[in-house]
């Protein structure tokens, strides 16, 4: 990875810590945010892996395992109520800075993934903790290390 590349994904991470942090970004909305590039990201690498036969790691291609210290929850929320209750314009906000960023690093699909796959990572494993809805619309916990 070149250096311009280690910087740029610096400055897409300094971003969005910021963005997020600024907004009060709530789990559940940066989550879905990540998702969707990373579901976007995923459908062009397949296309190419296909096209091309090759292929990538697992930490590229697959979410990074969670662990998960607490077991499966029973707990189930009501996936339409939680779509209702998100900000669309605060998701908005962050997609664009996220789309807007990776087009001026000119990120290659792989260190993309890789980027996103980190605060996948994170949110996924805040989500499975998560013990009831009212934890869906907390502020995503970013570590000051991060």
């Known amino acids: 990875m070149s250096d311009e590349t280690v910087e740029g994904l610096v400055t897409l991470t300094e971003r969005t810590v910021n963005l997020v942090n600024q907004l ?3 789990l559940v909305e940066v989550s ?4 969707k590039h990373v579901n976007q990201l995923m459908t062009t690498l397949t296309d190419h892996l296909e096209a091309t036969g090759q292929t ?5 291609h697959s979410p990074w395992p969670v662990d998960d210290q607490q077991g499966p929850q029973d ?3 009501a996936l339409e109520k939680v ?11 962050l997609d664009t ?5 990776l087009i001026e690093i000119n ?3 792989i260190d ?9 990572h994170l949110a996924r494993t805040q989500l499975a903790s998560a013990k009831g809805p009212g934890q869906l619309f907390s502020p995503l916990n970013i570590p000051d290390d991060w």
């Not at 800075?97 to 960023?101: A, G, P, Q, S, Y």
């Open 24 to 26: 009060s970004m709530p």
């Open 32 to 35: 879905l945010v990540i998702q």
């Open 56 to 60: 990538v790691g697992e930490r590229v």
């Open 75 to 77: 707990s189930t929320f």
């Open 83 to 93: 779509m209702e209750i998100v900000d669309h314009q605060r998701m908005d906000i």
């Open 97 to 101: 800075l996220i789309r807007v960023t």
């Open 107 to 109: 990120a290659s699909v």
């Open 112 to 120: 993309a993934l890789l980027a996103l796959r980190q605060w996948e």
